[in-house]
């Protein structure tokens, strides 16, 4: 069973950063794909970033490119989400989510296994 812990989350002014932790177990992930989503309040669960654990290839939304940076820590089992220039529309829950996979889906519904979420405010 894959357990997914999410951390970082916080209240921060526009222009700032903030980074999140996805603590990961229960299984060894060198064949998953893991993704960060986000909800914002009225809508839709957004793709945010993606990244293989094996060999670290990334993915971003338009939105975030630039902006944001995905990586992972082989050693702890802990994926992240670097956040810079964070702007108030950047605003939502955050998700970590893991699938077994060599590729990265952009698609919320095909991931297994996810979080209970953090909080990002970003305050104007």
């Known amino acids: 069973q894959v357990t997914l812990v999410e951390s970082g989350g916080g209240l921060v002014q526009a222009g700032g950063s903030l980074r999140l932790s996805c603590a990961a177990s229960g299984r060894t992930f060198s064949s998953y794909a893991m993704g960060w989503f986000r909800q914002a309040p009225g809508k839709e669960r957004e793709f945010v970033a993606g990244?293989?654990?094996?060999?670290?290839?990334?993915k971003y939304a338009d939105s975030v490119k630039g902006r944001f940076t995905i990586s992972r820590d082989n050693t702890k089992n802990t994926a992240y989400l670097r956040m810079n220039s964070l702007q108030p529309e950047d605003t939502a829950v955050y998700y970590c989510?893991?699938?077994?996979?060599?590729?990265?889906?952009?698609?919320?519904?095909?991931?297994?296994?996810w979080g209970p979420g953090t909080q990002v405010t970003v305050s104007s």
């Open positions: 989510a893991a699938r077994v996979s060599v590729v990265i889906t952009p698609t919320p519904s095909l991931y297994d296994n």
């Open positions: 990244i293989l654990w094996r060999g670290g290839t990334t």
